[in-house]
């Protein structure tokens, strides 16, 4: 199995930044993406931002412009560039990663435990 820490959540005033960092505890045969989601209190999940192994980023539409997610394939971690923050950002962020951990097993989806950020207002 493979654990995903992240790091990097707190409490900031709106217009603040976080910057947020996932590691995978071992090394990882094939990633196909990693990415973070969110959820905050009565909501559903939901993808914040995703990059592919080739460097490819997409957003939720709600973060263009303020987010920006990076990663090192190598380390294979990843992080979220978190500016112009909002009270509406407030969730858990959840570290994820679709990835095959050896050769000739599935690619199966990877969670984080999840770091709490709070904006207020």
């Known amino acids: 199995q493979v654990q995903l820490v992240e790091s990097g959540g707190g409490l900031v005033q709106a217009g603040g930044s976080l910057r947020l960092s996932c590691a995978a505890s071992?090394?990882?045969?094939?990633?196909?993406?990693m990415g973070w989601y969110r959820q905050a209190p009565g909501k559903q999940r939901e993808l914040v931002a995703v990059?592919?192994?080739?460097?490819?980023?997409n957003y939720a539409d709600s973060v263009k412009g303020r987010f920006t997610i990076s990663g090192d394939n190598a380390k294979n971690t990843v992080f979220l560039q978190m500016n112009s923050l909002k009270p509406e950002d407030t969730a858990v962020y959840y570290c994820n990663a679709y990835a095959k951990l050896a050769l000739g097993e599935m690619r199966k989806h990877y969670w984080g435990q999840g770091t709490q950020v709070t904006v207020s207002s």
């Open positions: 990059i592919t192994s080739v460097g490819s980023t």
């Open positions: 071992r090394s990882i045969f094939s990633i196909n993406a």
